[in-house]
């Protein structure tokens, strides 16, 4: 699948994902570095693996985008602007079914996320078989993004400006 959201696209998330601060982006941009993320538990991602696939192959999911560097919200303002749309999004359900905090939910990385976009009614689908959990949906000019009292509000020209950049600031 791609990696670009469309106006409408219902979001959700997938597989059995427990972020972590440790050895994300974050912790490194912080000096604070760990040891690193867990394992991932295979026989616990096989199931939405297997799930995804089958939704892919049948064009009803056009993104099935890895959580890793950056962690979520990261990732979905990866997926806003390659379809230079905006979006609107909640992970406070995640938040506040347990551990870890909004921040953790937002930015820390582990092995087997995604994020998933597509028809309404296959995520639905998803959702149902319990391999996904729904999160928002694809439209507007911004990105918002909440997690229990943490919101992000970005204009989806100001976060692209920003992302398209990163190569300029390298070369420099």
Known sequence: PGLALRE????????????????SELAKLRGELGPGLGPINLEAARAPITAVRTAVRRGRVRVAHDVSDGGRGVAL?????????????????????????????LFGEGPGGWILAGEVEEIAR???????????????????????????????????????????????
């Not at 059995?16 to 050895?23: I, R, T």
């Open 77 to 105: 303002t990866e997926c806003a602007i390659a379809g230079d749309v905006g979006l609107v999004a909640s992970l406070t359900d995640l938040v506040e079914a347990g551990d870890p905090s909004p921040e953790t939910w």
């Open 8 to 23: 409408g696209d219902s979001i959700a998330l997938a597989g059995p994902f427990l972020p972590s601060q440790a050895g």
């Open 126 to 172: 998803l959702v149902e078989e319990g391999v996904a959990r729904p999160i928002g949906a694809a439209g507007g000019d911004a990105i918002r993004i909440g997690a229990a009292g943490i919101t992000l509000n970005v204009p989806l020209a100001e976060a692209a400006a920003a992302w398209r950049s990163l190569g300029e600031r390298m070369n420099d």
